[in-house]
């Protein structure tokens, strides 16, 4: 800021801030006089400026607050004139009124600054709670978020479906859009989920706080979903209990039920039974539930039924529209480490019977494991699926050992494998 030039290139001088007159009274500390500044400044545009204004003599003084460098005072003549120390005290008083009123002027621009941060804040806490207490889902908390930011977000989790969610859909321009941040979404201090926030500028302290709420707000929201989602399983599972125990004697009430859940009894009913070597049985329940709701599967959970028996846990799949192999594959993929014994039914419309025979063919999966995960399909037993309704196989595994016995210990004996070509 200046006072008093006349000439043009005077408001365009660049004075860098440890060199000449200026940087001599920052590091005195102090006013600085110079009598002839022809004689004194070295050769540079800032010299040429000053001696195109005819600036003949100059007085210096910082402008400091505390330690800290606001700038430099400068008072210059075109006569040559001897400053005196009552004209180097008013300056340096200047110099430190100006200091104040800069410093004074920032502290009410910061102060103003957050106060708008802050009520933008309680608005966009306020739409996304509004968002939340309304209940209108994820979707509508994620596209307020969106709006709120004016950002496109991308939300990732494996509590409900759909596992993705975009707050606006791509188009050409933003398809291949930079991503500018990436928030966790936490619960009890573990992620549950993550939003990808895309653009090119950085996040604003403002984005960020909405941001950091509607990371809030999205763990809030899929912990109700993910409460009414094990209300909703652990009353399916007591349905296929009843179903299990009821044989073919189903009672209305029993079908009224199944037909709330959207479950026709009259379609065959496919048992899958599973047993774990490595899991406990909440370990294996929450296994089941996440095959169960995976994208990747091709079952329909709307006419599927869960629950367990002792260690095992037992699916029903209702209805033909099931990918009964996808589905017991992805139970052994998504289960590292662990060793599944899996035996599934034929479609059947007894339930009871169904489960019958999904369960020994698990057992004949465990007994031929080797420590492996196994899995026998009871549509694959050919008529030998009959014998699995039997309850005492004692004498059966007696006349198998009476007939194949032999054969089977030639082949371990190192002989021809008979007993794999029978």
């Known amino acids: 800021v200046s006072y008093g030039a006349m000439g043009p290139d005077f408001a365009d001088m660049r004075v860098s801030q440890n060199e000449g007159l200026g940087g001599a009274a920052l590091q005195a500390g102090g006013p600085v006089v110079v009598a002839d500044y022809a004689s004194w400044a070295s050769p540079g545009p800032v010299r040429d400026a000053m001696l195109a204004e005819g600036v003949c003599s100059v007085l210096c003084a910082p402008m400091l607050r505390g330690d800290r460098v606001v700038g430099v005072l400068y008072a210059a003549n075109r006569a040559p004139t001897q400053f005196t120390a009552s004209d180097s005290s008013i300056v340096t008083a200047l110099a430190a009124q100006a200091s104040v009123a800069i410093g004074n002027g920032l502290l009410y621009s910061s102060l103003l600054d957050k106060t708008r941060t802050l009520e933008a804040t309680f608005e966009i806490h306020r739409a996304l709670g509004e968002a939340a207490v309304s209940d209108l889902g994820i979707d509508v908390v994620m596209r307020t978020l969106s709006e709120v930011t004016g950002r496109r977000l991308l939300l990732e989790q494996q509590i409900v479906p759909p596992f993705e969610m975009l707050s606006a859909p791509a188009n050409d321009a933003d398809a291949d859009a930079a991503v500018a941040s990436v928030v966790s979404v936490r619960r009890n201090g573990s992620a549950v989920g993550q939003i990808t926030v895309f653009g090119q500028a950085p996040l604003g302290e403002l984005e960020q706080n909405a ?95 869960s629950g367990q028996r002792g260690d095992r846990g037992v699916i029903a799949l209702i209805g033909d529209r099931h990918d009964i192999d996808r589905f017991v594959g992805l139970l052994i ?58 309850q005492d196989l004692t004498n059966a595994r ?19 494998q008979l007993l794999t070509t029978l």
Do not use: Y
């Not at 007894?350 to 494991?369: D, G, M, P, T």
């Open 398 to 416: 007696a006349f198998v050992d009476e007939v194949l016995g032999p054969v089977a210990a030639h082949e371990q004996a190192g002989g021809a």
């Open 211 to 305: 941001l950091s709420h509607g990371a809030t707000v999205l763990a809030l929201e899929l912990m109700k979903h993910e409460a009414a989602q094990d209300v909703e399983w652990r009353l399916r599972g007591e349905l296929l209990e009843q179903l299990l125990e009821a044989e073919d004697d189903r009672s209305d009430e029993l079908e009224a039920r199944a037909r709330r859940f959207g479950i026709d009894l009259t379609e065959a009913c496919s048992i899958v039974v599973v047993e774990a070597r490595e899991l406990d049985p909440q370990a294996l329940r929450g296994l089941i539930h996440r095959v169960i709701t995976s994208r990747d599967t091709n079952v329909h959970s709307k006419t599927t039924l």
């Open 333 to 390: 993929d998504t289960g590292p480490g662990a060793v599944l014994w899996i035996g599934t039914s034929s479609g059947r419309s007894n339930v009871s019977a169904s489960f019958r025979e999904a369960a020994a063919c698990s057992q004949l999966a465990k007994q031929a494991s080797h420590g492996q995960s196994r899995v026998i399909h009871g549509s694959a037993l050919g008529p030998l699926r009959f014998m699995l309704d039997i």
